[in-house]
Antibody, heavy 122, light 107 residues
C-alpha cells in the first residue's frame, strides 16, 4: 500500500529557506505514469498547489511561487523534497506531499501524506 | 489561472438528507474535475475524478456530474461520517487550482 510521509523543520525564520522531504513507501517514485506533488493549506484556508516532479526529474511550479521554489528527487532513498526560499509569514501552512495520476481526462491526487505544519516566525 | 468557485460555502444537513455541492470554473475545463473530502485534522481524500468516476473504495452514495464550467457533487443519503470540507480541483491546465471549499456540518 502506498504511503507518503512528510518530514522537516516545523519552524522557519523569516527570509530563510523552508525544506521538507516526502518519503514514499509501497511504490517507486521512478515508475512512470505519476507526478509527485507538493500542496499547502494555510490554517483555516483552502488548498494551493505548489508544484510537481516526474520520475525523469522534470518539474513544473506554480508561477506565483516559481522564483522561490525547487522540487528535487532522491532516487536512492525513494523520496522527493521541497525547498522554498525567502519565506514570510504568508508561507505558514500545512504542507502536504501527494501523488497525482492522470485518468479519464483528469489529473487527480490519489494519495496524500498526513501533512506537516510549518510556521514562519522569528 | 482558472478560478474555481464552490457554492454554498457551508451547509448543515441531517442524516439521510440528499446534499448537493456546486463547483463552477471560470472557463471551460471539459471533464478535468476532481472532488475531495477533508475531515477535520486530516489530509484531503479523493472521491471523484473525471467529473463523474468514483474512486475505488468510496461509498456509492457519492456521485458527480458535469462538464464545461458547471459541476455538482451529490451525497444521496448523508451519513454522520460525511462531515468535513469538500473541495473541487481542476486539471484542465497544469496550474492546478482548487475551489475554496464547502464545509458540511451534520445537524
Amino acid at each position: 500500500q502506498l504511503q507518503l510521509q512528510e518530514s522537516g523543520s516545523g519552524l522557519v525564520k523569516p527570509s530563510q529557506t523552508l525544506s521538507l522531504t516526502c518519503a514514499v513507501s509501497g511504490a517507486s517514485i521512478l515508475s512512470g505514469g505519476y507526478s509527485w506533488n507538493w500542496i499547502r493549506q494555510p490554517p483555516g484556508q483552502g488548498l494551493e498547489w505548489i508544484g510537481y516532479i516526474f520520475h525523469t526529474g522534470s518539474t513544473y511550479y506554480n508561477p506565483s511561487l516559481r522564483s522561490r521554489v525547487a522540487i528535487s528527487l532522491d532516487r536512492s532513498k525513494n523520496q522527493f523534497s521541497l525547498n522554498l526560499s525567502s519565506v514570510t509569514a504568508a508561507d505558514t501552512a500545512v504542507y502536504y506531499c501527494a501523488r497525482a495520476a492522470e485518468r479519464v481526462a483528469a489529473t487527480s491526487f490519489d494519495s496524500w501524506g498526513q501533512g506537516t505544519l510549518v510556521t514562519v516566525s522569528s | 489561472d482558472i478560478q474555481m468557485t464552490q457554492s454554498p460555502s457551508s451547509l448543515s444537513a441531517s442524516v439521510g438528507d440528499r446534499v448537493t455541492i456546486t463547483c463552477r470554473a471560470s472557463q471551460s475545463i471539459g471533464r478535468s474535475l476532481s472532488w475531495y473530502q477533508q475531515k477535520p485534522g486530516e489530509a484531503p481524500h479523493l472521491l471523484i475524478y473525471g467529473a463523474s468516476t468514483v474512486q475505488s473504495g468510496v461509498p456509492s452514495r457519492f456521485s458527480g456530474i458535469g462538464s464545461g464550467t458547471e459541476f455538482t457533487l451529490t451525497v444521496s443519503s448523508l451519513q454522520a461520517e460525511d462531515l468535513g470540507t469538500y473541495f473541487c480541483q481542476q486539471s484542465y491546465n497544469t496550474l492546478y487550482t482548487f475551489g475554496q471549499g464547502t464545509k458540511l456540518e451534520i445537524k
